[in-house]
């Protein structure tokens, strides 16, 4: 297990065990070149707009991949990157600091209509994997009002250690946004 070395910010932190992925049901699975995230833009436009390419960028500079998963028909698109740190929203601060590299699984994308069948949870669960036989511990963190994909993420057998809250300001008033951290 992966111990947390440091965490800053407004988080609260419980920590729990970490179970072995389930077996995975049948995939189709491949590592997008680079080259080819314009045609995924335009193909899929909800998930890679013009404004997210910078993001994508830094993520490939850093090593991180983008894996394209298939399975009856649906398609979902997630990554996997190699980090010391998680910092998910933008509030200076908030950041988890790891005393070995993780397999951060993150900017994960399932088109509305293949969703629902399942597929992000085999794609979690694939990426669960592929990160421990890196020897890396697999983390994944999600919006925590998005409650579809923190029931994939239970399902795929991971379990809560840390909420990370922040505010963003806009003309009205206050919102909150947690982002949920996930082993």
């Known amino acids: 297990m992966n111990l947390l070395r440091h965490v800053r ?3 609260r ?15 189709t699975v491949r590592e997008v070149e680079w080259q080819e995230v314009s ?3 335009r193909g ?7 404004h997210y390419r910078g993001l994508l960028a830094r993520r490939w500079e850093r090593g991180g991949r983008l894996h394209e998963f298939r399975a009856d028909g649906d398609v979902h698109f997630a990554w996997l990157v190699r980090r010391s740190t998680i910092a998910p ?7 988890i600091e790891f005393l070995s590299p ?7 994308w399932t088109p509305p209509e293949c969703r629902g069948h399942g597929i992000y949870t085999a794609a979690l669960r694939w990426l669960a ?8 511990e697999p983390w994944v963190y999600c919006l ?5 994909s923190l029931r994939a993420i239970a399902h795929a057998g991971f379990e809560m250690r840390a909420m990370f809250c922040s505010t963003a300001i806009f003309a009205g008033g206050n919102r909150r946004r947690s982002i949920t951290l996930y082993p």
């Open 44 to 50: 899929y436009p909800g998930y890679i707009g013009t």
């Open 129 to 136: 994997r592929t990160a421990a036989g890196r020897g890396l």
């Open 144 to 148: 925590d009002d998005n409650a579809p």
């Open 9 to 11: 910010g407004s988080t």
């Open 89 to 95: 929203t933008e509030t200076p601060g908030c950041v």
């Open 102 to 108: 993780i397999g951060e699984i993150g900017h994960c």
């Open 13 to 27: 932190v419980a920590v729990f065990h970490h179970p072995a992925p389930p077996p995975l049901p049948q995939l």
């Open 39 to 41: 045609s995924l833009a």
